[in-house]
């Protein structure tokens, strides 16, 4: 099983800045794709950012040039940095992990945080 423990949500101000974190465990999966999907109200689950393994990155159109995903692989941790923020990135952010789990049988999986609220003011 794995566990991820995201942080960094919050209150701020349009233009400001935020960055969330997200820890994963779990020793028998390992780690291909890392990302971060953010959902609004009554708004369907949007990809925002992901990075694979050998750092390679996509951005949603809406976030290019303000917000930079990265990743300590040593952590299994993935970051985002989020700066000048627009009300408009008001969502609660989910980080997602894929990879292979490894035990008697090996599969691919995929496992989502608990989700962490970004609010942006006007």
């Known amino acids: 099983q794995v566990q991820l423990v995201e942080s960094g949500g919050g209150l701020v101000q349009a233009g400001g800045s935020l960055r969330l974190s997200c820890a994963a465990s779990?020793?028998?999966?390992?780690?291909?794709?890392m990302g971060w999907y953010r959902q609004a109200p009554e708004k369907q689950r949007e990809l925002v950012a992901g990075?694979?393994?050998?750092?390679?990155?996509n951005y949603a159109d809406s976030v290019k040039g303000r917000f930079t995903i990265s990743r300590d692989n040593d952590k299994n941790t993935v970051y985002l940095q989020m700066n000048s923020l627009k009300p408009e990135d008001t969502a609660v952010y989910y980080c997602?992990?894929?990879?292979?789990?490894?035990?008697?049988?090996?599969?691919?999986?995929?496992?989502w945080g608990q989700g962490t609220q970004v609010t942006v003011s006007s």
């Open positions: 990075i694979s393994s050998r750092g390679t990155t």
């Open positions: 997602n992990v894929k990879g292979t789990v490894v035990s008697i049988y090996t599969y691919r999986e995929e496992y």
């Open positions: 779990g020793s028998t999966f390992s780690i291909d794709t």
